[in-house]
């Protein structure tokens, strides 16, 4: 019976109990609540990812509308896949952050980071389920306008500065992306993603529906912060609470790309307008300029946090990069990266948030003699670091064996070498943290300093274990994304 | 001719948008900025609206002796949009008081000044 | 026991031994005891696999599915066993020398010291034992980072360097020749498996086989090809104990390993010797060989000298593999472990001398054969080897180096090896003669004990080479 309404659990269960933790004020009471609710949905989203992997595609009609009138919830492989790493990492963001809260958020606004997080986790979840692209705008609002309320919380004043500027871009890029729905809209009337994917390819030579895709792609590229729209990005991250980076940075730029993947895969699957439209290659001058330029403006922080901000960068280029091979070892490299990108991102923003927990910043400087301080915290970053550079034994590697792969499949053998050239920068910038860190003696005036709690340090381990166990076992997690993949490729339809 | 009286509406809201969009990016003062933000989504508003009107259709009642109707989903798909709306202005106008306690202005040259001075909080030391 | 259960019980035991020398960090008496068992077992487990090998068995396990239809699969087979039993006896004798020259030098952080020295040998024996090229791959990256830490041990600026020197390019070659060649390897032939007879035959063009070749031996960078040899001398600030097992066995040879090992194992020896375009390799190995000896001569510093003794040396394994001449294979494999037995000796008399006089320079070495003769007395049994003159180890594997290049007609490659007689030669014997002929500076004696008897052991272990060498020639004899 409850089996039935699992998607739609998914996304009302964290809705409900938002406006909940605002009742309990709390902190503790708030936070205990989260908890319970964030392992909840990761529970069901892995019952749910085994249902898809079981039986194939569920579709979820709300109220018992049937589509196109009512509004579908459909989890296929991609989704239910997407919806594991969100809400896994959600769950295990939110068993760290207590002690990090508590010190990041003044204490009588605690409840409302809860209140706000719940919201963001809703609006990611439904992004993931939704079958139908206005309710996807919607729920990309809800996601969105609480993410700009967790950046504002933020310590440094630069944090409420960042939260505007996220603001305007934000509310641009989902306006662009209304803009596009509303143009599919006057030429098919509908807004199922799997009627429209039917009805599409008789009207695409149009320029309305061109200019709908044009829409659609800006405006989700902006969401997720696709080299040169990332401009949100780096402020947004660094004066974040540690914890809003940590699940922001493996989330929210990741469910973006989920969007990405499924206006162009799926309602423009018919089409082929990768290929067709040359989307393909814009798609992948822009990465390949992500991966370069981004990494090496990372270089030069001195700011660890908004290092990994620009990595990031780098890193969504790495995604696109695979997506836009439109084949199916690269599409696969594209969704392997973002759960990947997820699990190491946020182990490192993770470290980082201990790191502020006990020294206060998070500047190079601040890393001196931190090895031998706070050797457990350093050592986790130093594993998400390796995998960022994409040693072998690391699930980085994995990705980049498959989106070398997929270029050299190609024939593309130039952006195969620019992919390895690229992982090498990244070799410079965790380097110059492992060298603050290991190699430079600890401030003479230093205060002394403890590790981190264990209440942080085991999720945060967590987090780098999983980076090492889906590096040694990638065989699952593959066959999932090329399953995704293919399906993604051939057809495409829901 | 008919390329525009017959496609006005469109020609509005195109005007309004590179309003909109020009306002945001060309002010450095908060409020103006999100002002403009107003203006351009106001214009997909018309867009939607003036979308699901058909030449001659009533409301959509069903009555004796009306054949047709407009299409009322863009109406209430935008009721949507503008809630949506209203809660991005109000959390905007929200920041824009709280950076105005933290900065003392609104204007972003100046905060940007501010924040560019090393003199302001933990300053980032080269190592 | 299995073969199949030695051979995991060989990788596992070192890195059991990591977390017990771990927590063992407090006591200093009982790290060192566990390091030593450990080597002692490891060293039993790897020698137990050799009447499997002899017997033409090729034990083999395969570990889990790393990628799909990619596994993470072990195979021991003679190249592997011989580089496992060098890698995995040397470091009981390493082990002893790191005792005396870590506690002589107060030097601090030596838990990290030995649990990394732990991590390498396992990689190592990872690397010998691994049964297809990503295995290998893997295994090469967490040797370099496993070592890291023992390079920039000292912690100084210069250490910091030296590190960056160490794992820029090591880096940067696997991951940026290395790996590219290994995805191009699995797509063309659709596995990277090591087979005998080679996995490329028939299925590339002679274009892109040249070019995988390019790839494989300028990717792997341990091997200290020109001009990617940078990372070798940058590495000599390690404590020497870290260069002489690891600069000069474990990393080095990881490095010819590897290099043997694809061209024997991936493209296969009559696939290459058809090939016209594969000469360029015994020219730039023949390079490497001569230029780094030149270079040599004209360094002062010991630990240097013996560094760029250490590339020209590596290069001839690499010659002697790109004469492609079935001797010369086998002398190839001679090679790799009378050099490691030569090399060790060296640099343990290097680190010796440091102990008890501080003296890093080879002008400084006047008459101090007097003072510690053992010392002394086993540097000169190691530079004979590397000369190559009987009755030493380097005599062995030179001559099959040789025979196999005047066997196939290449003049070039035994000119060479001539000339770099000479230079060697040049290189080491003033060394000796200085230190034993020369009036004396400075009072103290010999080293403390267990560095004499581990430098002593393996001096012993060069002559012994000599009169001996049936082990390691029957393992290379399988080979071909």
Same mark, same amino acid.
């Given at each position: 019976?409850?089996?039935?309404?699992?998607?739609?659990?998914?996304?009302?269960?964290?809705?409900?109990?938002?406006?909940?933790?605002?009742?309990?004020?709390?902190?503790?009471?708030?936070?205990?609540?989260?908890?319970?609710?964030?392992?909840?949905?990761?529970?069901?989203?892995?019952?749910?990812?085994?249902?898809?992997?079981?039986?194939?595609?569920?579709?979820?009609?709300?109220?018992? /509308?049937?589509?196109?009138?009512?509004?579908?919830?459909?989890?296929?492989?991609?989704?239910?896949?997407?919806?594991?790493?969100?809400?896994?990492?959600?769950?295990?963001?939110?068993?760290?952050?207590?002690? +990090?809260?508590?010190?990041?958020?003044?204490?009588?606004?605690?409840?409302?980071?809860?209140?706000?997080?719940?919201?963001?986790?809703?609006?990611?979840?439904?992004?993931?389920?939704?079958?139908?692209?206005?309710?996807? %705008?919607?729920?990309?609002?809800?996601?969105?306008?609480?993410?700009?309320?967790?950046?504002?919380?933020?310590?440094?004043? *630069?944090?409420?500065?960042?939260?505007? *500027?996220?603001?305007?871009?934000?509310?641009?890029?989902?306006?662009?992306?209304?803009?596009?729905?509303?143009?599919?809209?006057?030429?098919?009337?509908?807004?199922?993603?799997?009627?429209?994917?039917?009805?599409?390819?008789?009207?695409?030579?149009?320029?309305?529906?061109?200019?709908?895709?044009?829409?659609?792609?800006?405006?989700?590229?902006?969401?997720? =912060?696709?080299?040169?729209?990332?401009?949100?990005?780096?402020?947004?991250?660094?004066?974040?609470?540690?914890?809003?980076?940590?699940?922001?940075?493996?989330?929210?730029?990741?469910?973006?790309?989920?969007?990405?993947?499924?206006?162009? %895969?799926?309602?423009?699957?018919?089409?082929?307008?990768?290929?067709?439209? &040359?989307?393909?290659?814009?798609?992948?001058?822009?990465?390949?300029?992500?991966?370069?330029?981004?990494?090496?403006?990372?270089?030069?922080?001195?700011?660890?946090?908004?290092?990994?901000?620009?990595? +990031?960068?780098?890193?969504? &280029?790495?995604?696109?990069?695979?997506?836009?091979?439109?084949?199916?070892?690269?599409?696969?490299?594209?969704?392997?990266?973002?759960?990947?990108?997820?699990?190491?991102?946020?182990?490192?923003?993770?470290?980082?948030?201990?790191?502020?927990?006990?020294?206060?910043?998070?500047?190079?400087?601040?890393?001196?003699?931190?090895?031998?301080?706070?050797?457990?915290?350093?050592?986790?970053?130093?594993?998400?670091?390796?995998?960022?550079?994409?040693?072998?034994?690391?699930?980085?590697?994995?990705?980049?064996?498959?989106?070398?792969?997929?270029?050299?499949?190609?024939?593309?053998?130039?952006?195969?070498?620019?992919?390895?050239?690229?992982?090498?920068?990244?070799?410079?910038?965790?380097?110059?943290?492992?060298?603050?860190?290991?190699?430079?003696?600890?401030?003479?005036?230093?205060?002394?300093?403890?590790?981190?709690?264990?209440?942080?340090?085991?999720?945060?381990?967590?987090?780098?274990?999983?980076?090492?166990? %889906?590096?040694?076992?990638?065989?699952?997690?593959?066959?999932?994304?090329?399953?995704?993949?293919?399906?993604?490729?051939?057809?495409?339809?829901? | 001719?008919?390329?525009?009286?017959?496609? !006005?509406?469109?020609?509005?809201?195109?005007?309004?948008?590179?309003?909109?969009?020009?306002?945001?990016?060309?002010?450095?003062?908060?409020?103006?900025?999100?002002?403009?933000?107003?203006?351009?989504?106001?214009?997909?508003?018309?867009?939607?609206?003036?979308?699901?009107?058909?030449?001659?259709?009533?409301?959509?009642?069903?009555?004796?002796?009306?054949?047709?109707?407009?299409?009322?989903?863009?109406?209430?798909?935008?009721?949507?949009?503008?809630?949506?709306?209203?809660?991005?202005?109000?959390?905007?106008?929200?920041?824009?008081?709280?950076?105005?306690?933290?900065?003392?202005?609104?204007?972003?040259?100046?905060?940007?000044?501010?924040?560019?001075?090393?003199?302001?909080?933990?300053?980032?030391?080269?190592? | 026991?299995?073969?199949?259960?030695?051979?995991?019980?060989?990788?596992?035991?070192?890195?059991?031994?990591?977390?017990?020398?771990? !927590?063992?960090?407090?006591?200093?008496?009982?790290?060192?005891?566990?390091?030593?068992?450990?080597?002692?077992?490891?060293?039993?487990?790897?020698?137990?696999?050799?009447?499997?090998?002899?017997?033409? &068995? *090729?034990?083999?396990?395969?570990?889990?599915?790393?990628?799909?239809?990619?596994?993470?699969?072990?195979?021991?087979?003679?190249?592997?066993?011989?580089?496992?039993?060098?890698?995995?006896?040397?470091?009981?004798?390493?082990?002893?020398?790191?005792?005396?020259?870590?506690?002589?030098?107060?030097?601090?952080?030596?838990?990290?010291?030995?649990?990394?020295?732990?991590?390498?040998?396992?990689?190592?024996?990872?690397?010998?034992?691994?049964?297809?090229?990503?295995?290998?791959?893997?295994?090469?990256?967490?040797?370099?980072?496993?070592?890291?830490?023992?390079?920039?041990?000292?912690?100084?600026?210069?250490?910091?360097?030296?590190?960056?020197?160490?794992?820029?390019?090591?880096?940067?070659?696997?991951?940026?020749?290395?790996?590219?060649?290994?995805?191009?390897?699995?797509?063309?032939? &659709?596995?990277?498996?090591?087979?005998?007879?080679?996995?490329?035959?028939?299925?590339?063009?002679?274009?892109?086989?040249?070019?995988?070749?390019?790839?494989?031996? !300028?990717?792997?960078?341990?091997?200290?090809?020109?001009?990617?040899?940078?990372?070798?001398?940058?590495?000599?600030?390690?404590?020497?104990?870290?260069?002489?097992?690891?600069?000069?066995?474990?990393?080095?040879?990881?490095?010819?390993?590897?290099?043997?090992?694809?061209?024997?194992?991936?493209?296969?020896?009559?696939?290459?010797?058809?090939?016209?375009?594969?000469? /360029?390799?015994?020219?730039?190995?023949?390079?490497?060989?001569?230029?780094?000896?030149?270079?040599?001569? *004209?360094?002062?510093?010991?630990?240097?000298?013996?560094?760029?003794?250490?590339?020209?040396?590596?290069?001839?394994?690499?010659?002697?593999?790109?004469?492609?001449?079935?001797?010369?294979?086998?002398?190839?494999?001679?090679?790799?472990?009378?050099?490691? !037995?030569?090399?060790?000796?060296?640099?343990?008399?290097?680190?010796?001398?440091?102990?008890?006089?501080?003296?890093?320079?080879? +002008?400084?070495?006047?008459?101090?054969?007097?003072?510690?003769?053992?010392?002394?007395?086993?540097?000169?049994?190691?530079?004979?080897?590397?000369?190559?003159?009987?009755?030493?180890?380097?005599?062995? +594997?030179? /001559?099959?180096?040789?025979?196999?290049?005047?066997?196939?007609?290449?003049?070039? =490659?035994?000119?060479?090896?001539?000339?770099?007689?000479?230079?060697?030669?040049?290189?080491?014997?003033?060394?000796?003669?200085?230190? %034993?002929?020369?009036?004396?500076?400075?009072?103290?004696?010999?080293?403390?004990?267990?560095?004499?008897?581990?430098?002593?052991?393996?001096?012993?272990?060069?002559?012994?080479?000599?009169?001996?060498?049936?082990?390691?020639?029957?393992?290379?004899?399988?080979?071909?």
């Amino acid at each position: 019976m409850i089996d039935g309404q699992l998607p739609i659990l998914q996304v009302v269960l964290p809705l409900m109990m938002a406006p909940v933790t605002l009742i309990l004020r709390n902190p503790r009471a708030a936070w205990m609540l989260t908890l319970v609710v964030t392992w909840a949905t990761f529970t069901i989203s892995l019952s749910l990812l085994m249902q898809v992997l079981d039986s194939g595609t569920i579709i979820y009609k709300i109220g018992g /509308w049937a589509a196109p009138w009512g509004i579908e919830y459909v989890l296929d492989k991609v989704g239910a896949f997407v919806m594991v790493i969100v809400s896994g990492i959600g769950s295990i963001v939110l068993t760290y952050s207590r002690r +990090s809260v508590e010190m990041e958020v003044p204490e009588d606004r605690i409840y409302l980071f809860y209140t706000m997080f719940l919201l963001c986790l809703t609006g990611l979840m439904g992004i993931v389920i939704t079958g139908d692209v206005f309710n996807l %705008f919607v729920f990309l609002e809800i996601s969105s306008l609480s993410s700009y309320v967790l950046i504002s919380l933020g310590k440094d004043r *630069r944090a409420l500065t960042a939260a505007f *500027r996220y603001l305007i871009m934000g509310t641009i890029g989902a306006t662009f992306y209304i803009i596009g729905v509303g143009l599919m809209y006057m030429m098919t009337g509908t807004l199922n993603m799997a009627d429209l994917s039917a009805l599409i390819p008789a009207v695409a030579d149009t320029r309305t529906i061109q200019a709908a895709l044009a829409f659609l792609t800006v405006g989700i590229c902006l969401k997720l =912060a696709l080299f040169p729209l990332h401009l949100w990005l780096p402020n947004a991250y660094t004066y974040a609470p540690s914890v809003v980076t940590a699940f922001l940075a493996s989330t929210a730029t990741k469910v973006a790309v989920y969007v990405l993947i499924r206006i162009v %895969f799926t309602v423009f699957g018919g089409v082929g307008v990768m290929e067709g439209l &040359g989307v393909q290659h814009i798609l992948m001058a822009l990465a390949l300029t992500a991966m370069f330029a981004a990494s090496t403006i990372a270089i030069y922080q001195n700011n660890v946090k908004r290092l990994f901000a620009y990595s +990031s960068v780098a890193q969504i &280029g790495y995604i696109i990069l695979g997506l836009s091979f439109v084949s199916e070892s690269g599409v696969a490299a594209g969704i392997i990266h973002l759960f990947n990108h997820a699990i190491m991102k946020c182990a490192i923003f993770m470290g980082l948030g201990c790191v502020v927990l006990r020294i206060g910043g998070v500047t190079i400087k601040d890393m001196h003699g931190l090895g031998h301080r706070m050797p457990w915290t350093m050592g986790a970053i130093v594993l998400g670091g390796l995998s960022l550079i994409g040693i072998p034994m690391t699930v980085g590697f994995v990705s980049k064996w498959y989106l070398v792969r997929a270029a050299l499949e190609k024939d593309m053998w130039f952006i195969a070498v620019l992919i390895v050239l690229s992982s090498l920068l990244a070799v410079i910038y965790v380097w110059r943290i492992v060298e603050a860190a290991y190699l430079k003696p600890v401030p003479e005036n230093a205060a002394p300093v403890h590790e981190a709690p264990i209440s942080m340090l085991l999720p945060l381990w967590v987090m780098a274990l999983a980076s090492i166990y %889906f590096g040694l076992d990638a065989t699952n997690t593959l066959s999932i994304a090329l399953d995704a993949a293919n399906a993604l490729l051939h057809g495409g339809v829901l | 001719m008919d390329a525009f009286s017959g496609l !006005f509406n469109y020609w509005i809201v195109v005007v309004l948008m590179m309003m909109g969009f020009y306002i945001v990016i060309s002010q450095q003062n908060l409020i103006k900025k999100i002002v403009g933000l107003n203006v351009f989504q106001v214009s997909v508003f018309v867009f939607y609206i003036s979308m699901g009107k058909i030449k001659g259709g009533s409301a959509p009642i069903l009555a004796d002796g009306i054949e047709i109707y407009s299409n009322p989903l863009p109406h209430v798909l935008i009721l949507t949009a503008i809630v949506v709306g209203v809660a991005t202005t109000a959390l905007g106008l929200a920041l824009t008081v709280r950076i105005k306690n933290a900065y003392g202005t609104i204007e972003e040259d100046e905060i940007e000044a501010m924040e560019n001075t090393p003199s302001n909080k933990t300053p980032e030391a080269t190592s | 026991m299995s073969p199949e259960t030695t051979i995991q019980a060989a990788m596992i035991t070192p890195l059991v031994g990591a977390v017990l020398i771990s !927590f063992a960090g407090r006591w200093p008496n009982v790290r060192e005891t566990i390091t030593l068992v450990t080597a002692v077992i490891m060293f039993y487990l790897v020698a137990s696999l050799y009447p499997h090998v002899m017997d033409g &068995g *090729r034990p083999s396990l395969v570990v889990g599915e790393m990628l799909p239809g990619l596994p993470i699969a072990f195979m021991v087979e003679p190249l592997g066993l011989l580089f496992a039993l060098i890698a995995s006896f040397l470091w009981i004798i390493n082990s002893i020398y790191s005792i005396g020259y870590m506690r002589a030098h107060n030097e601090k952080k030596q838990t990290r010291f030995y649990v990394c020295f732990a991590l390498a040998l396992a990689s190592s024996v990872a690397i010998a034992f691994a049964g297809n090229m990503l295995t290998l791959f893997v295994f090469y990256e967490a040797l370099t980072i496993s070592t890291y830490p023992l390079v920039t041990h000292a912690g100084s600026d210069k250490a910091k360097q030296g590190g960056r020197v160490y794992l820029g390019i090591l880096l940067s070659t696997s991951i940026g020749l290395l790996f590219l060649a290994i995805v191009w390897t699995w797509m063309i032939a &659709g596995t990277v498996d090591f087979t005998p007879g080679g996995i490329l035959e028939g299925k590339a063009s002679a274009t892109v086989i040249g070019i995988l070749l390019a790839l494989y031996m !300028f990717g792997i960078g341990k091997a200290a090809l020109m001009p990617f040899h940078r990372w070798l001398p940058a590495a000599m600030v390690a404590p020497t104990p870290v260069s002489a097992l690891l600069h000069a066995v474990a990393v080095v040879k990881a490095g010819v390993f590897t290099i043997v090992k694809v061209v024997v194992y991936i493209f296969g020896i009559d696939l290459l010797s058809v090939m016209a375009n594969s000469d /360029w390799l015994l020219y730039i190995s023949g390079f490497t060989l001569l230029c780094a000896s030149i270079v040599a001569l *004209r360094q002062d510093n010991l630990k240097r000298r013996l560094a760029y003794s250490t590339i020209s040396q590596l290069s001839y394994v690499v010659m002697a593999t790109a004469i492609l001449a079935p001797l010369s294979i086998v002398g190839a494999t001679l090679h790799i472990a009378a050099h490691a !037995f030569g090399k060790i000796t060296l640099f343990f008399a290097a680190g010796s001398i440091y102990t008890v006089s501080h003296k890093t320079e080879v +002008s400084q070495l006047d008459g101090i054969g007097r003072r510690m003769p053992w010392t002394m007395g086993a540097f000169a049994i190691g530079a004979l080897s590397m000369i190559g003159v009987p009755p030493t180890a380097g005599f062995i +594997s030179k /001559w099959y180096i040789l025979h196999g290049a005047l066997d196939s007609g290449q003049i070039l =490659a035994v000119a060479v090896i001539i000339l770099s007689t000479l230079l060697n030669a040049g290189y080491f014997l003033p060394i000796v003669y200085a230190a %034993f002929f020369r009036k004396a500076q400075g009072e103290h004696g010999e080293a403390p004990l267990p560095i004499v008897i581990a430098l002593t052991l393996t001096a012993a272990g060069t002559v012994l080479f000599f009169f001996f060498p049936g082990i390691f020639l029957e393992l290379a004899r399988q080979l071909i």
